[in-house]
């Protein structure tokens, strides 16, 4: 998707092992129809293991594909990762929506996340500058 920071050209150089160790460090959740086809993905990237900020971490790689949008499955990936992020004791979660994308950032506020600010040129998307919102959603 154009709003990930990532591209497939970029991440298509990466070698096999690459992804292998993502698997190890993340939490990734997808949904599948029966036929085993998926549906939507999402994934959380703790910051680091250290000590003062191994509480908390970003979601990742949020996806939904076009044709099965607007039927819960976004949300209920959220739900899914929220509900094993807090499992494993992360009590900080970061959570960024382009200022192009509205029907991200009303769904990531539906799921709980609030605004704390605004990233100007936050990436740089076919020869423009894009915003992000920066929200977060906290667990006691």
Same mark, same amino acid.
């Given at each position: 998707?154009?709003?990930? %920071?990532?591209?497939?050209?970029?991440? /298509?150089?990466?070698?096999? /092992?690459?992804?292998?160790?993502?698997? *190890?460090?993340?939490?990734?959740?997808?949904?599948?129809?029966?036929?085993? %086809?998926?549906?939507?993905?999402?994934?959380?990237?703790?910051?680091?293991?250290?000590? *003062?900020? /191994?509480?908390?971490?970003?979601?990742?790689?949020?996806? =939904?594909?076009?044709?099965? #949008?607007?039927?819960?499955?976004?949300? *209920?990936?959220? +739900?899914?990762?929220?509900? #094993?992020?807090?499992? #494993?004791?992360? +009590?900080? =979660? !970061? !959570? #960024?929506?382009? +200022?192009?994308?509205?029907?991200?950032?009303?769904?990531?506020?539906?799921?709980?996340?609030?605004?704390?600010?605004?990233?100007?040129? /936050?990436?740089?998307?076919?020869?423009?500058? =894009?915003?992000?919102?920066?929200?977060?959603?906290?667990?006691?």
């Amino acid at each position: 998707p154009n709003n990930f %920071t990532s591209s497939f050209d970029q991440e /298509s150089l990466e070698p096999l /092992s690459y992804f292998e160790e993502m698997l *190890k460090k993340f939490i990734y959740v997808g949904c599948f129809n029966v036929e085993g %086809t998926i549906l939507g993905i999402c994934g959380f990237m703790p910051y680091d293991h250290q000590e *003062k900020t /191994s509480h908390k971490g970003i979601v990742t790689g949020f996806y =939904v594909r076009k044709e099965y #949008r607007g039927q819960g499955f976004a949300k *209920k990936l959220m +739900r899914d990762l929220l509900e #094993r992020v807090e499992e #494993r004791g992360y +009590r900080n =979660v !970061i !959570i #960024r929506a382009t +200022r192009n994308n509205p029907k991200a950032h009303q769904l990531y506020r539906n799921c709980g996340f609030k605004d704390i600010g605004m990233e100007k040129k /936050s990436l740089f998307i076919d020869g423009k500058f =894009v915003a992000e919102y920066v929200m977060q959603m906290i667990f006691d």
